[in-house]
């Protein structure tokens, strides 16, 4: 396939356009016109270069296209501009979509972390553009914090990083939103969630549920966003015929 063409069969999948973003949600370094292998991984790192090369891949696909982040220079030089020459040496094109793949209502990391838990979605929420990217979820009867926890651990990849179970022992309702965020608890919370599940959050989060006998778990930012690129990598290989590996170089932050 042409690289024109799966960039455009990306963005019919992901609709980025209908987001507010920190980073292109695009292809970053095109360095091949084809598309014969892709490697899939939640962040844009020389190890993952590596791992494309071993396997002989021409595409890598990520959640994290750091580098190319609005805040940053994105200027190939330094750290940056070695990664660079390294996908181009290898003939390797980088695409990166961000909150799209938060978002997604099939292969998005919120929508299947529910999945994971054994919780339906019922709404969404955390408004980004034209669209919210995180979601609630219920469960068909309420289940015990421990219960709870048991499901987190089993869901994902090394279980919880830390929890703040100030809140009720009868949990229904969870607000689920990957990566970092702490700032949007409190929208969790209004909305009637027993339990916000995060991947990061910030040092004053454990002081904030305590004073509010709220539930807060954090799993890690990484390790809540290897969903959306694993079924990015599946759903590749399904629709369009063509090779797709997730790696995942773990990250416990």
Not at 24 to 46: L, W
Not at 73 to 102: N, Q
Not at 119 to 126: G, L
């Amino acid at each position: 396939m042409k690289q024109q063409e799966f960039g455009n069969w990306l963005k019919g999948v992901l609709e980025p356009q209908k987001f507010k973003d920190f980073c292109p949600n695009a292809i970053c370094v095109e360095a091949s016109g084809e598309v014969k292998k892709i490697v899939t991984g939640v962040s844009f790192r020389d190890s993952l270069i590596d791992e494309a090369i071993a396997r002989g891949a021409d595409t890598i696909f990520v959640h994290h296209a750091h580098g190319f982040w609005n805040n940053e220079p994105r200027l190939p030089v330094g750290v940056l501009g070695k990664k660079i020459a390294k996908l181009f040496k290898h003939g390797i094109s980088l695409y990166g979509f961000h909150l799209p793949l938060d978002a997604h209502e099939e292969i998005g990391n919120n929508v299947l972390i529910a999945k994971a838990l054994g919780a339906n979605v019922t709404q969404s929420f955390i408004r980004a553009g034209e669209r919210d990217i995180a979601y609630i979820a219920d469960f068909a009867k309420p289940i015990s914090q421990s219960e709870f926890m048991e499901r987190v651990n089993a869901a994902m990849p090394h279980g919880a990083n830390s929890a703040f179970m100030y809140g009720t022992n009868e949990i229904r309702r969870v607000a689920i939103c990957s990566g970092s965020a702490s700032s949007d608890i409190p929208e969790g919370f209004a909305l009637g969630a027993d339990v916000f599940i995060t991947g990061e959050i910030k040092e004053t989060t454990p002081i904030v549920a305590e004073e509010n006998s709220w539930n807060v778990v954090a799993c890690g930012h990484h390790r809540t966003e290897v969903f959306g690129v694993r079924a990015m990598a599946e759903k590749i290989q399904k629709e369009l015929g063509i090779p797709a590996e997730f790696v995942d170089i773990d990250n416990p932050i």
